[in-house]
């Protein structure tokens, strides 16, 4: 079984900075595709960014240039790295495979961004 547990968001202020963590627990973390998601009130869950085992990355449009995902496979952990944040972006962040079959989700990290 495959846990997957996210930290490091909180309440910052329109421009601010977050650095999100995920840890997985499990086995061959360095195998698999991974992929931040978020979710907003009222509104689905959306993919924000992915990165392939290679290292490969991709962003969703309007994330573009101002996050980062990235891992450490010594870690078994994804981070999202979150610069220049907008009101229109505050959600719970979800990591998870990047894949059509996923693992169980974990219960995510709140991030907030309000003046």
């Known amino acids: 079984q495959v846990y997957l547990v996210e930290s490091g968001g909180g309440l910052v202020q329109p421009g601010g900075s977050l650095r999100l963590s995920c840890v997985f627990s499990g086995n061959r973390f360095s195998v698999f595709d991974m992929a931040w998601y978020r979710q907003a009130p009222g509104k689905q869950r959306e993919l924000v960014a992915n990165?392939?085992?290679?290292?490969?990355?991709y962003y969703i449009d309007s994330v573009q240039g101002r996050f980062t995902i990235s891992r450490d496979n010594a870690k078994n952990t994804v981070y999202l790295q979150m610069n220049s944040l907008k009101t229109d972006e505050p959600a719970v962040y979800y990591c998870?495979?990047?894949?059509?079959?996923?693992?169980?989700w974990g219960r995510g990290t709140q991030v907030t961004v309000s003046s």
């Open positions: 990165i392939f085992s290679g290292g490969s990355t």
């Open positions: 998870n495979k990047y894949a059509n079959i996923q693992f169980s």
